[in-house]
T-cell receptor, first 115, second 110 residues
Framework: EPEVTQTPSHQVTQMGQEVILRCVPI?????FYWYRQILGQKVEFLVS????????KSEIFDDQFSVERPDGSNFTLKIRSTKLEDSAMYFC?????????????FGEGSRLTVL | AQRVTQPEKLLSVFKGAPVELKCNYS??????LFWYVQYSRQRLQLLLR??SRESIKGFTADLNKGETSFHLKKPFAQEEDSAMYYC????????????FGAGTRLAVHP
C-alpha cells in the first residue's frame, strides 16, 4: 500500500540554523500539507499546497517557513532560522482530493529538536 | 473561532466494556468531522468521517448538531483498540485544513 514517507525521522539542530524536512507524498496525490505537534499539544495545521503554490497557511507559518516541490516527487518544508519553539514533530500529509471531506494520508513524522 | 474539544486525556476500560470518546466542536458553518487514530508506533490514519456514516472496526460516530458533538462509540472494546484518538474538523475553505482536538488515549485492559 502506498505511503507518505518523511526524512529525517529525527533531527537535532542549533538555534538559528536552517532545517529542511523532506516528504515524498503518495504518487498520484495532488494536495500536500504540513502539520506540526509540539510535545503535549495539539496537532496544528501549518500549510497546504496545490498546483505548485500555497493554497492556505496558518498564522504559525511565518516568513521563517517555506515549502517547495522541487521535483515531481518531493515536498519540502524549510525553516530558515530555527528557534527553540520550533521543536516539534512535523507531519507531512497528502490527499487525492482537496475537498473538505477528503482523507489525509500522513507520514510518520520528523521530530525536530532545536537546542 | 473553530475549535475541537476532547475533554478526556485518558480513557481506561476493560476488554468488552463499552467505549465513548467525547468530542465537541465549535464551528460557524456546516462542519465536516473526522476521527483519526494513531496506534503505537504507527502513523496517524483516518478512522471514520461523519459524511460516510460508516462503521469502522466496530466504531461509529454520530454528528449531533444541536449538541455540537461527534462522540466516538464502540459497544465492546478490544485490546487492539488501545491507541490515541483525535477528533478533527475540516475548516473553512476546503483544502483539508484540519483542526484537531488534543486527543484521547484509549487504554483497553485485558
Amino acid at each position: 500500500e502506498p505511503e507518505v514517507t518523511q526524512t529525517p525521522s529525527h533531527q537535532v539542530t542549533q538555534m538559528g540554523q536552517e532545517v529542511i524536512l523532506r516528504c515524498v507524498p503518495i504518487s498520484n496525490h495532488l494536495y500536500f500539507y504540513w502539520y506540526r505537534q509540539i510535545l503535549g499539544q495539539k496537532v496544528e495545521f501549518l500549510v497546504s499546497f496545490y498546483n505548485n503554490e500555497i493554497s492556505e497557511k496558518s498564522e504559525i507559518f511565518d516568513d521563517q517557513f517555506s515549502v517547495e516541490r522541487p521535483d515531481g516527487s518531493n515536498f519540502t518544508l524549510k525553516i530558515r532560522s530555527t528557534k527553540l519553539e520550533d521543536s516539534a514533530m512535523y507531519f507531512c500529509a497528502s490527499s487525492l482530493t482537496g475537498g473538505a471531506t477528503g482523507e489525509l494520508f500522513f507520514g510518520e513524522g520528523s521530530r525536530l529538536t532545536v537546542l | 473561532a473553530q475549535r475541537v474539544t476532547q475533554p478526556e486525556k485518558l480513557l481506561s476500560v476493560f476488554k468488552g466494556a463499552p467505549v465513548e470518546l467525547k468530542c465537541n466542536y465549535s464551528y460557524s458553518g456546516s462542519p465536516e468531522l473526522f476521527w483519526y487514530v494513531q496506534y503505537s508506533r504507527q502513523r496517524l490514519q483516518l478512522l471514520l468521517r461523519h459524511i460516510s456514516r460508516e462503521s469502522i472496526k466496530g466504531f461509529t460516530a454520530d454528528l449531533n448538531k444541536g449538541e455540537t458533538s461527534f462522540h466516538l462509540k464502540k459497544p465492546f472494546a478490544q485490546e487492539e483498540d488501545s491507541a490515541m484518538y483525535y477528533c478533527a474538523l475540516s475548516g473553512p475553505g476546503g483544502y483539508n485544513k484540519l483542526i484537531f482536538g488534543a486527543g484521547t488515549r484509549l487504554a483497553v485492559h485485558p
